[in-house]
């Protein structure tokens, strides 16, 4: 079966500490890769996409990720966390079917400390 | 600010009751996706409309439907509702169907559904 995994349900990072995120997926294909982040009583917002080319994709928010087709994997990374950035991150792949329908992960929990 | 529109932002009702979630996409979005998240965070796609037209089924229960109208705004009706129907309800809008050309998905803000 097509899955998406966050293998980590909360992550906890000192503040100005590097941080990752990690999400790895068994999709069939060439997928398109998400990542999105959920602030508290809010909607998910698009943070970046890997679509085809550089494996080292940057985004909003001074975040970048690193696709990795050997090991199927999708790292969130920072180079050094703020505690804004404490939120609900979560990743999704695109399957490669006539309606590119997204399969998410469980999501994972950020907590950046001060 | 994404573009999407959620109306109501909370719903409080009770059990048996009908209600109606209202969502309308970002200008120029033509497909519009229903989501529930739960307590324990989990994100459940419900169904996809693309230019007002089916286009993929979640898990979405049978008392649930949805439609997208002439003017791409969508509504999600949930009926017969239960205790364990309470949970966040968002829509999401993109301009092409799921992650096709890479397309990110806008969501809204969610309507908050407690079923008493």
């Known amino acids: 079966a097509q899955s998406v995994a966050q293998p980590e349900d909360q992550v906890n990072v000192a503040e100005g500490n590097p941080l990752t995120v990690k999400c790895t997926y068994s999709v069939s294909g060439n997928p398109y890769l998400f990542w999105y982040v959920q602030y508290p009583n809010r909607g998910l917002q698009f943070l970046l996409k890997y679509i085809t080319g550089d494996n080292l994709v940057k985004g909003s928010y001074g975040f970048e990720a690193e696709f990795n087709k050997s090991q199927t994997s999708f790292h969130l990374k920072k180079p050094s966390a703020l505690v804004s950035d404490s939120a609900l991150y979560f990743c999704a792949v695109s399957l490669m079917d006539s309606n590119y329908q997204l399969i998410w992960g469980a999501g994972t929990k950020l907590i950046i400390k001060p | 600010d994404s573009g999407v529109t959620q109306t109501p932002k909370h719903l409080i009702t009770a059990t048996g009751q009908r209600v109606t979630l209202r969502c309308s996409p970002r200008?120029?979005?033509?497909?519009v996706y229903w989501y529930q998240q739960s307590l324990d965070q989990g994100l459940q796609f419900l169904i996809q409309y693309y230019n007002g037209e089916e286009r993929a089924k979640g898990n979405i229960l049978e008392r649930f439907s949805a439609q997208q109208f002439p003017d791409l705004h969508s509504e999600l009706n949930l009926s017969s509702l239960e205790l364990g129907d309470s949970a966040l309800y968002f829509c999401?809008?993109?301009?092409?169907?799921?992650?096709?050309?890479?397309?990110?998905?806008?969501f809204g803000n969610g309507t908050r559904l407690t079923v008493t």
């Open positions: 999401a809008s993109s301009v092409a169907s799921g992650g096709k050309l890479g397309s990110p998905l806008h």
């Open positions: 200008s120029g979005d033509l497909s």
